[in-house]
């Protein structure tokens, strides 16, 4: 089992940078894909970033070229580097660890952490 705990959402202002952290339970890095998802109210949710198991990233238009994710082994430990955030950002974001497949790579998630808050407002 593993279980997944969000850190450093919270307010900032439009153009402000937050880095999100996700501190794994359980060594994840050996086994799973990690993701982080968004959800802002009224929306669906979605997927923002994800990286592999041998470093490859992925982003979603609304986050290529401000967004950075990353991970730790070491710290069992993986991170969001949010830069130039516009209110549209607002949203609890989730970390996730998950596998890609099929002849796609789809994501697709097994663990999901409880999620953090960010909001970006003057």
């Known amino acids: 089992q593993v279980q997944l705990v969000e850190s450093g959402g919270g307010l900032v202002q439009p153009g402000g940078s937050l880095r999100l952290s996700c501190a794994a339970s359980?060594?994840?890095?050996?086994?799973?894909?990690k993701g982080w998802y968004r959800q802002a109210p009224g929306k669906e949710r979605e997927l923002v970033a994800t990286?592999?198991?041998?470093?490859?990233?992925n982003y979603a238009d609304s986050a290529k070229g401000r967004f950075a994710i990353s991970g730790d082994s070491a710290k069992n430990t993986v991170y969001l580097q949010m830069n130039s955030l516009k209110p549209e950002d607002t949203a609890v974001y989730y970390c996730t660890a998950g596998r890609f497949r099929g002849v796609r790579g789809t994501y697709y998630v097994d663990y999901w952490g409880q999620g953090t808050q960010v909001t970006v407002s003057s």
């Open positions: 990286i592999s198991f041998g470093g490859s990233t």
């Open positions: 359980g060594s994840i890095f050996s086994i799973h894909a």
